[in-house]
């Protein structure tokens, strides 16, 4: 591997998407080569969790995981929800409230989410992809998917079902980072984050959310 070139692991879609143009900007302005690659996500967390150069986006940052990666962001937006079919009929009025205890919750393997859940009394059924949450949801084979919404949105238009709604916000104000290595040189994720919020004055970042618009 060359001197300054990351692999960075993406979320297990096509690589495309508000991010993947964020980062590959990103990049590019700072003359930084990266190579970006699909993967099954607990896969990649463990790549670069363990493995210098690499790094997995777009995740959140936790407090479990604020010393585990070096972090450059925010790059997006994205609350956590729980969704369902457009039919579902209960309303939930809380993380607590019983009628979740009777509904099966689906979520991705390893995801802040699983953890989230898990510290609510709350045993998800987990998956190794959104793409397998969102058919689960559709087949289904789970009640709600726990997700961020942005990522509910474009799972569910790409295997054509545009029907699904917010249940309830399980964690609103939540953002997506890139998460490097651990022995990431501190000055790389210091020009990177340096450039990412040229990037956000510029409006470099306004003009990725306006291509994506309508999506």
């Known amino acids: 591997m060359r001197k300054n070139e990351l692999k960075v692991f993406g979320p297990d879609d096509p690589i495309w998407g508000i991010s993947v143009d964020i980062l590959n900007t990103l990049f590019s302005r700072v003359r930084v080569s990266q190579e970006m690659k699909i993967d099954i996500w607990d896969k990649g967390y463990n790549l670069a969790l363990t493995k210098e150069n690499y790094g997995i986006f777009s995740t959140f940052r936790t407090k479990e995981r604020e010393k585990l990666f070096k ?115 501190d000055s790389l994720v210091t020009i990177l984050n340096r450039e990412l919020g040229i990037m956000n004055r510029d409006g470099t970042i306004k003009g990725v959310y306006r291509r994506y618009q309508g999506f």
């Open 71 to 185: 972090w450059v962001g925010p790059l997006v937006h994205s609350d956590w929800v729980l969704v369902g079919k457009d039919t579902f009929g209960e309303i939930i009025r809380g993380i607590s409230d019983p009628i979740l205890k009777n509904q099966k919750i689906g979520t991705l393997k390893g995801s802040a989410l699983e953890t989230f859940l898990k510290s609510k009394n709350i045993n998800p059924l987990v998956f190794p992809s959104g793409f397998e949450c969102i058919l689960a949801l559709n087949q289904d084979k789970i009640d709600l998917w726990a997700t961020g919404e942005p990522v509910a949105v474009y799972y569910s238009k790409r295997i054509g079902r545009d029907k699904i709604k917010v249940v309830f916000p399980l964690k609103v104000h939540q953002f997506m980072y890139l998460a490097l290595n651990i022995k990431t040189p």
